[in-house]
């Protein structure tokens, strides 16, 4: 917060910008994090100083109860393998799973009991606006 307070006075400076105190705080409140800002804005203060001693008081505040909400979550390498223990080995179609072939259509060709990638016809078929079925060969 302080070094952002630091490189707006020095920024202001660079570019030789005189102007009120109300508008270098407007200035100041409308770089903080929104959080912060709903926080700042219900406060009193005259100077800049004043405000800015608001601001990381806010700032810190809410760290601490963020410090606080937060949860650190260590993967232990015994954790990661139990989870994963249950699961079929890649590459391995799952047996207990009942695929019913007749459940199964193809893609391409309206077949039964087959997928496209396995399909015996080498031809497709679509269907027209008028809802006719096309056959391609």
Not at 3 to 8: A, D
Not at 40 to 69: C, F, G, P, T
Not at 113 to 126: E, F, H, V
């Amino acid at each position: 917060m302080r070094n952002y307070y630091e490189e707006m006075k020095l920024a202001m400076t660079r570019v030789n910008v005189k102007e009120d105190c109300k508008v270098t705080m407007a200035r100041f409140i409308g770089g903080l994090k929104k959080e912060i800002t709903d926080v700042v804005k219900l406060q009193h203060y005259m100077e800049i100083e004043d405000l800015l001693h608001k601001a990381i008081q806010v700032e810190s505040s809410s760290w601490r109860s963020n410090w606080k909400n937060n949860k650190m979550v260590i993967n232990r390498k015994e954790d990661v393998k139990a989870k994963y223990s249950n699961a079929p080995p890649k590459g391995k179609i799952d047996t207990n799973t009942s695929y019913r072939s007749h459940d199964i259509k193809c893609f391409r060709c309206q077949g039964i009991g087959y997928i496209a990638s396995q399909c015996p016809n080498k031809r497709a078929m679509g269907v027209l606006d008028n809802g006719q079925i096309e056959r391609e060969s």
